[in-house]
T-cell receptor
């Protein structure tokens, strides 16, 4: 699996868009990018994933650069309940995921 | 959507005893499940891959005789922490994948183990 790097922490004002970056410069052509978040003392929650096209679902949007070396998770209107640790994972095995350190997002009222 | 259920959500046990944690896929079958461990303020660390009907595959540094994994059916995997010690106190999380090679992993809500 390609290594991913994310900022350790970020703040976002409530109601504004939260843009969480992820660098995966060594990603291979068949590796997908997955995003999860973990609220304190809970299991990780799946958010979104993609290969090369931008993706959107009811939770978020995923923007993947054309060279696929980085991606951005966008929470369009952050709420206090979006405060969590967000993990970006690149994987092609379809099996186990290895988690990095993630980004601790704090949504500020 | 795919749901993974974990039980118990928390457990306290005495040093030297064994604890069993169950992980169930509620609305799908999972030939493979994954067990993670998470210490406070750290990320999730993969412990082992649980394979239905065969032996689990353990990550380097994880003692297979201490963390017994059984995957007897397509919807149930169990992790038994044997002869638990205080340093085994942690947050244990299981996950499984619904059909499809690149479908996402779905995670249980974790089990908080405290060994006294």
């Amino acid at each position: 699996d390609a290594k991913t790097t994310q900022p350790t922490s970020m703040d976002c004002a409530e109601g504004r868009a939260a843009n969480l970056p992820c660098n995966h410069s060594t990603i291979s052509g068949n590796e997908y990018v997955y995003w999860y978040r973990q609220i304190h003392s809970q299991g990780p929650q799946y958010i979104i994933h993609g290969l090369k096209n931008n993706e959107t679902n009811e939770m978020a949007s995923l923007i993947i650069t054309e060279d696929r070396k980085s991606s951005t998770l966008i929470l369009p209107h952050a709420t206090l309940r979006d405060t969590a640790v967000y993990y970006c994972i690149a994987d092609n095995t379809g099996n186990q995921f290895y988690f990095g350190t993630g980004t601790s997002l704090t949504v500020i009222p | 959507g795919a749901v993974v259920s974990q039980h118990p959500s928390w457990v306290i046990c005495k040093s030297g005893t064994s604890v069993k944690i169950e992980c169930r896929s509620l609305d799908f079958q999972a030939t493979t499940m994954f067990w993670y461990r998470q210490f406070p303020k750290q990320s999730l660390m993969l412990m082992a891959t649980s394979n239905e009907g065969s032996k689990a595959t353990y990550e380097q540094g994880v003692e297979k005789d201490k963390f017994l994994i059984n995957h007897a059916s397509l919807t149930l995997s169990t992790l038994t922490v044997t002869s638990a010690h205080p340093e085994d106190s942690s947050f244990y999380i299981c996950s499984a994948r619904d059909q499809g090679t690149h479908s996402p992993l779905h995670f249980g809500n974790g089990t908080r183990l405290t060994v006294t």
